[in-house]
Every structure is written in C-alpha cells, then in structure tokens.
C-alpha cells in the first residue's frame, strides 16, 4: 500500500509540475510573440503615414525603378530600417492579389533574392502572410500575421494600410521581425524549466516519501497488531501517538484486543469447567477457539439433554409412587360418590356438588394416567398406522366437544393416505390433547383444521386454531414439564406429548402469532413396506 500511495501521489505531483511549466512555458512564449508583434504593429501604424500615397500610386502605374518618386520612397524606407535594427525587412504591397495569387511588391529595402520580396516584383506569399495582409484590407486597420517560416527564416508580419485623403487604401506598409529571437528564448526557457523540473522532481519524491512515511505509520502499527492478533498474541498494544482517523482507530484496536484477551480466557475457563478431566487450555488463534466454542455448545447441548432426562426420570419415579398410593384411594372416593348420586332422596343442589365432585376426581386420575404414561412407555409396540384414518377418527371424537363447548368449525382439508410408524393408542393421546389445546384456546370461538400429507420420510399431522396465540419466548417452554398457559392445567399434557413422539423418533414444531393463532406440526416416520 505504501509503495502505490508514493507512486500514485508522485505520479499526480509529476503531471502537476509538468502541467504547471508546460503552461508557463506557452504564456511566456505568448506574451513575448504578442509584445514584439504589438510593437511592430505599432511602428507600422506611425511610418504608414509618413509615406505619400501619391508617390505610391505612382510607384504602382509606372513601376520604374528610375522614377524618383520610386528613389525617394525606397530611400525613407532604407532610413526607416536602418534606424530600427530588429526590423530586418520593410516594404510597400499593392492592394491587390493577381491571378496567380501573388502580391505585387512596389518598393523594398530586401536585395537578397532568396527572401523573394525585391522591390518591384510579385511575391508568392504564405498562407500565415496572407491572412495578416487580407484581414487589413477587410478591417482598415494594422495587422500582422502569425509565425511563419520561409527559406530565410522564421518571421512575423506586421502591416498597416496607405490611405489617400478619402480614407482608401492603395497599398499597405510591411514590416518583418524575426521570430528567431523567440524561438531562441522558448529554448532558453524550456531548459530553465528541464533543470527546475530535474531539481524538483527529486525534492518531491523525498518530501512525498517522507509524509507517507508519517502518514502510513498508524497503518503499519495496525498491520503488525492483526499479524499478532492472528497469531495468538492478544496482548499486543499500540501506540497511540495523535488523535487522527488513523490514531483513533488504533485506539479501538486497542479496546478489541482486551476484549478479546478476556472472551478467550472466559472461553477457556468455560471450556475447563466443563471438562471432565483437568487440563490447562491455552487458545493460540481464532480457529482453535471456534473449535472450542463447537465442543461447549455441544457439551451443553449434551448436558441439557441429560438434565432433561434426569428430571424426566425424578418424574417418572414420582408418578409411580404417586398412582400407587392415591388411584386406588380415589376409586373408593369415586365409586361412593356415585352411589350417593344414584339416591333418589337427595336434593338437585346436594346432586350438583356431587357431580363437580366427581369432575374433579376424574381430572386428578387424568393427571395421574400422564404420569403413568411417563412411567411407563409403552416402548415395545410399533405398528404400521393409517394416518388418514387416524385423523379422521381424531375429529369425529373431537367434533361433538368442539360444538358443545363453543362455537366452533372443525376443517380437515388434506388427509394423504399414508401409514406411519408408532403406536396407535400413544399417537391418538397426542392428537387428542393437542386438539383440546387448540379448542381451549379459542374462548370466543374460531376455526380449528386437522391436515395430514407427506414430508420427505415423515407422516406429517398439522393442527391449526385461530385461539390467542403465543409469543416465542412462551413456544420455546412448550413440552417443560409442570409449564403451562392454561388456569387449571399442570403442563404434564404436552410434556406427555412431546416424549411420546419423541419416542417414535419424530419431532413437534409450532409456529404461533400472538392474538392470531398457532400451529402445531407433529412428523411421525413414515411405515416403509419391505
């Protein structure tokens, strides 16, 4: 990361700087082009009106080098460069370009012939010369040309018009300047600014290299503190030496680690704790600890298990105990209650209370037969099980209890032929409670659906109620024993219901909206014909 921020900000620097003289380079070009040509233009505009546009319509009709308005001309323009040592060249242009594209030359202070602007003659003119010399015949005002060159040289043209007294133009007045000095100047300033750019170049790599040296700090701090993270080491701190983004985040790094050291040795502790044999655990890197954290999440799982077992095993000893010592009391209970209520001498109200007496021992020898049934599982007996007509059977039961208690709709919409595997008198108990559950939960009345299709390997039975519903914390104590949402229930019913299918090697499921309803999926393995 390092050697690419110091190449990147190099490189931009670089282009910068380069940007920077390559601008300066062409302003200066331009103000020394623009302050010659300004000059030239101006001495132009003064000397157009010393010559005498009479003399120079004379010069132009007879073109005679012996006529003395043609020696008295080119004279004051000898005079004129003469006195003026950057202007090498001087001379007087018809107004007019002839067929071949060429300007007449009515005087000239040039003999060399290679130039090509002697006095008197036509001269085959630049497309730089004639665009100054064309735009002062169209605007009437001095001009001058761009660069150009030629085979003498590089040059720049100024012109100024010759006017007669009603403002016509009957020639224009040239001066040449040459360029040389400019080009030689662009030289001397482009190798001002090579050297510039050789002397900079380095000093900006050293600065540049030496602030991204500061900068980058904090971030190879940070670098070497994941490095030791990663290898274990999480007492590693770093240092903190300002209150930048970088140094803040170095900070927080800091804060990482130590909570870090402390989940690791609460990991390790726990670990231990739940170890059955001693040993001193040290956690070197993330991996060893997810593995860690996989083992704890299993012995807990294991150990809850077991809890579970254990508390379902104190429960079975005590139902055992409990339904010898109490059933047979209470058949005696019952059966003089019954006798009593066959008396024809007693009153309807003395009937009533017997009656509720009655009910109440009959929902006591319910609650002992689910501790029986926690007791003593029938384990043994399995049998191919039609769940369709189970379920129809289930619902025929319950269907008079639903209408007697409240109003409400029973529904089987799907009933698969498919036979699972269990025992018949077990299973029926689980639908049955899980049934009355639902009825139960809808006080105002509701709708209340058995369905039973196939799922993969297992039979499945969903009930559904449109009673109270329950939150998750409520659904995930279903099947706890002695838990229960009901004003008079002990929480041995689903308890009962949850063993029995856990026997079968099956599963509950129960998804539920408070205030909506709940829905009770119980899988069953399906009967697999060999």
């Not at 308005?69 to 018809?94: A, M, P």
């Not at 339904?323 to 209470?330: G, L, Q, S, T, Y």
Request: aromatic share 8%; with cysteine.
């Amino acid at each position: 990361m390092y050697r690419k921020i110091l190449l990147f900000s190099f490189f931009i620097s670089f282009v910068i700087i380069a940007i920077t003289a390559f601008g300066s380079y062409q302003l200066q070009s331009r103000q020394v082009k623009e302050q010659l040509s300004s000059h030239a233009l101006d001495v132009a505009s003064l000397w157009s009106t010393t010559i005498d546009p009479v003399k120079v319509e004379s010069i132009i009709s007879t073109k005679d080098e012996n006529d003395l308005d043609y020696i008295q001309v080119k004279q004051s323009l000898s005079v004129f460069t003469e006195g003026n040592t950057i202007y090498l060249n001087s001379f007087i242009l018809d107004n007019e370009v002839n067929k071949d594209n060429e300007i007449f030359i009515a005087a000239s202070v040039q003999n060399n012939k290679k130039i090509g602007r002697l006095s008197l003659s036509n001269y085959k003119a630049s497309k730089e010369f004639m665009a100054g010399y064309k735009k002062v015949l169209l605007t009437g005002k001095p001009a001058n040309s761009n660069i150009y060159q030629d085979s003498s040289g590089t040059w720049i043209t100024a012109f100024a018009p010759i006017k007669k007294m009603d403002g016509e133009i009957i020639a224009l007045l040239g001066i040449d300047i040459s360029a040389a000095a400019i080009q030689a100047l662009q030289k001397k300033y482009t190798m001002i600014l090579l050297l510039a750019l050789l002397i900079i170049t380095p000093c900006v790599y050293i600065i540049l290299r030496k602030w991204i040296l500061k900068v980058l700090e904090p971030v190879n701090e940070l670098i070497y503190g994941i490095n030791e993270v990663s290898n274990g080491n999480f007492n590693v701190n770093l240092k903190v030496e300002d209150h930048s983004d970088l140094g803040m985040l170095s900070e927080r790094f800091n804060i990482m680690t130590k909570q870090l050291s402390v989940l690791f040795e609460k990991l390790s502790a726990t670990s231990e704790h739940l170890s059955t044999e001693p040993r001193n655990l040290i956690l070197h890197n993330f991996e060893e600890a997810l593995d860690e954290m996989e083992n704890i999440m299993e012995k807990s799982k294991l150990h809850r298990e077991l809890q579970r077992a254990e508390k379902m095993n104190a429960i079975g000893q005590l139902a055992a105990s409990v339904a010898h010592e109490i059933r047979n009391p209470m058949t005696v209970v019952k059966g003089f209650l019954q006798i009593f209520l066959a008396k024809e001498q007693m009153s309807e109200e003395e009937r009533m209370y017997i009656r509720l007496m009655i009910d109440e021992m009959n929902r006591a020898e319910t609650i002992i037969n689910d501790y029986l049934s926690l007791a003593k599982p029938d384990l043994e007996h399995t049998e191919s099980i039609p769940g369709n007509e189970l379920a129809e059977k289930v619902m025929d039961l319950m269907n008079s209890y639903a209408m007697m208690s409240k109003s409400i709709t029973i529904e089987t919409p799907v009933l698969e032929r498919v036979a699972v595997k269990g025992n018949k008198g077990e299973l029926q108990q689980v639908l049955i409670n899980i049934l009355k559950n639902g009825i139960e939960a809808m006080k105002d009345g509701g709708k209340l659906s058995l369905s039973f299709y196939r799922e993969e390997d297992y039979g499945v039975f969903k009930v559904t109620d449109t009673g109270i519903g329950m939150t998750q914390k409520e659904i995930d104590r279903l099947g706890t024993a002695f838990y229960s949402l009901k004003e008079k229930g002990t929480g041995m019913g689903l308890t009962v219901c949850y063993q029995i299918v856990e026997r079968m090697k099956g599963r509950i499921e129960v998804e539920s909206d408070k205030g909506e309803g709940t829905t009770f999926r119980i899988y069953i393995p399906v009967w697999e014909y060999n």
